[in-house]
Structure formats: structure tokens, C-alpha cells
């Protein structure tokens, strides 16, 4: 079972930014890529970001190039630089992680919690 958490969210003015982290408590943290998702009141979850276990990367179109993703395989945690935040931001941000096979996620998905972040105009 893998356990992961979320931190580093809060309230932005918009144009802010925030550094969201989420570590993961497993072994073998190097073989899972990880993907962060977003929900928004009333939305859908959506794909926000994500980054392999060669920290290949690859982002939604909305946030090219205001969002940022690294991975620290020795402290078993992943960091997301948002910048230039917007209200359409606001949701709670959830990190996820799955055994990377061929690329892709294989086997079981397991999710944090989430933090909150709130871009106020």
C-alpha cells in the first residue's frame, strides 16, 4: 500500500504562486510516475501534470508554461512550481502514482488526500 500527501496549498492572490509537494512513503518511490489531478467545485476531476520515473513530463494545455513538475527521488516526494495563478485555478489538487510500465501507469493508482488551493482575484 502505498500512502502519499499532499502539501503547500493555500490562498494566492491571482498572479501568486505556490509550490505544491506530495511525498510518497514507499520503497521503491524511483519505479512509480506520478500525475497530479485537479477538481474544481461542480468539475470533474482533470489531468493537470505528470512525470515519469525519468522525469519525462507532461502537462495539460491550460498550464504550459505556468506550471512546473520535478521529482526528489531520495526524499521520495515530487514538487509542482505553479506560477502566474489564476481563479480557474482554484481547486483541491490531488497527487497520484502508479507503477510505471512501458511508460505508462500499470497495476494499482493510489491518491492523496489533496490540498486546497484558492486563487482570490
Known amino acids: 500500500q502505498v500512502q502519499l500527501v499532499e502539501s503547500g496549498g493555500g490562498l494566492v492572490q491571482a498572479g501568486g504562486s505556490l509550490i505544491l509537494s506530495c511525498a510518497a512513503s514507499?520503497?521503491?518511490?524511483?519505479?512509480?510516475?506520478i500525475d497530479w489531478y485537479r477538481q474544481a467545485p461542480g468539475n470533474q476531476r482533470e489531468f493537470v501534470a505528470r512525470?515519469?520515473?525519468?522525469?519525462?513530463?507532461n502537462y495539460a494545455d491550460f498550464v504550459k508554461g505556468r506550471f512546473t513538475i520535478s521529482r526528489a527521488n531520495a526524499k521520495n516526494t515530487v514538487y509542482r512550481q505553479m506560477n502566474s495563478l489564476q481563479p480557474d485555478d482554484t481547486a483541491v489538487y490531488y497527487c497520484?502514482?502508479?507503477?510505471?510500465?512501458?511508460?505508462?501507469?500499470?497495476?494499482?493508482?493510489?491518491w492523496g488526500q489533496g490540498t486546497q488551493v484558492t486563487v482570490s482575484s
Open positions: 512525470i515519469t520515473t525519468g522525469a519525462g513530463t
Open positions: 514507499v520503497l521503491t518511490f524511483r519505479s512509480y510516475l
Open positions: 497520484s502514482c502508479a507503477w510505471e510500465h512501458e511508460g505508462g501507469p500499470y497495476g494499482n493508482r493510489y
